[in-house]
Every structure is written in structure tokens, then in C-alpha cells.
């Protein structure tokens, strides 16, 4: 059974960072493109950063670069998203995915989630 875990989300103030792991089992971690993507109350589920099988390669929305970092450990099976200069829009659901096909920024070309860990930035 596959199973992504995201932990480290919690309460900052803007300006403020965060880091976000996803530990990942029931699956060869090291075959998988690893993203992360984040839901705001009412709107869709948006991308964020993903990571390469080797995590040579990192993409990133625009809203993310310069300020969040993407990476994997794969001896841990964990992917970590490192969040600097936290803005309140940045306050959102975050899940973890992993998908076989590799890069992309389409949600549903992903194949296992986990269940969110929620960031919220006072302004």
C-alpha cells in the first residue's frame, strides 16, 4: 500500500518560512517524479514545484521561484519543499504527489497523494 505523509505545515507570519517534508512508502521512491501543489479555500488545486527521479531537475510555478526550494532524499524516501518569504497568498492546503511519467504540472498525472497539511500566513 503506497502511502505520502506531508507534515510541517502550520502558523506563520508573513515574510516568515516553512519547510514541508513528504515521507513516502509502498513504493520504489526513486522511480517516481515527486511535486508538491497547494488548494486555497475555493479554488482549484494548483502546482508548485516537482523534482526529478534523482532530484537533478527541479521545476517550479511562477509563483514559487526564488522562493520555495524543491528537493528529495531518496535513502529517506522524502520530499521536502523549503518555503521562504511567505506571503498570506500563499496560504493554502499543501499535498505531496508521486507520478511515474515524469515532469509535469497536471495533477492528474499523478498517481499517489497524500492527504494535505495546511500553511496559513498572517498577514
Known amino acids: 500500500q503506497v502511502r505520502l505523509v506531508e507534515s510541517g505545515g502550520g502558523l506563520v507570519q508573513a515574510g516568515g518560512s516553512l519547510s514541508l517534508s513528504c515521507a513516502a512508502s509502498?513504493?520504489?521512491?526513486?522511480?517516481?517524479?515527486m511535486a508538491w501543489f497547494r488548494q486555497a479555500p475555493g479554488l482549484e488545486r494548483t502546482f508548485v514545484a516537482a523534482v526529478s527521479y534523482g532530484g537533478g531537475a527541479r521545476y517550479y510555478a511562477d509563483s514559487a521561484k526564488g522562493r520555495f526550494t524543491i528537493s528529495r532524499d531518496n535513502a529517506k524516501n522524502t520530499a521536502y519543499l523549503q518555503m521562504n518569504s511567505l506571503r498570506p497568498e500563499d496560504t493554502a492546503v499543501y499535498y505531496c504527489a508521486a507520478g511515474r511519467g515524469g515532469y509535469t504540472n497536471y495533477e492528474h498525472d499523478y498517481d499517489y497523494w497524500g492527504q494535505g497539511t495546511q500553511v496559513t500566513v498572517s498577514s
Open positions: 509502498g513504493l520504489t521512491f526513486n522511480t517516481y517524479f
